[in-house]
Nanobody, 118 residues
Framework: QVQLQESGPGLVKPSQTLSLTCIVS??????????WAWIRQPPGKGLEWMGSIHYSGRTYYSPYLKSRTSISRDTSKNQFTLQLSSVTPEDTAVYYC??????????WGQGTQVTVSS
């Protein structure tokens, strides 16, 4: 059973870079044939897919966030990381990491609240 846990600061100042890590257990990010994704939900809005890193290492990004988003992984720690630059209050959201295939994301972290405020 794959388990995911988000880790990172709950408060980020405007113009700074948001950095979150997803710690994975119960499965390898390099051998499970999954996409390992970051998804967020702003207050009062729906889920927004931000991007993913395939088990092969290839990355995919939302065209709306691509210029500010970077997803990387540390295979030795079995974790992957989101970096979102130049944040504004509109980036305030609950951020989730998730894992799945083309049929959908079967595994989700519990989510972590990130607030962008000075």
């Amino acid at each position: 059973q794959v388990q995911l846990q988000e880790s990172g600061p709950g408060l980020v100042k405007p113009s700074q870079t948001l950095s979150l890590t997803c710690i994975v257990s119960g499965g390898s990010i390099t051998t499970n044939s999954y996409y390992w994704a970051w998804i967020r939900q702003p207050p009062g809005k729906g889920l927004e897919w931000m991007g993913s890193i395939h088990y092969s290492g290839r990355t995919y990004y939302s065209p709306y966030l691509k210029s500010r988003t970077s997803i990387s992984r540390d295979t030795s720690k079995n974790q992957f990381t989101l970096q979102l630059s130049s944040v504004t209050p509109e980036d305030t959201a609950v951020y989730y990491c998730a894992a799945g295939n083309n049929e959908g994301y079967a595994y989700w972290g519990q989510g972590t609240q990130v607030t962008v405020s000075s």
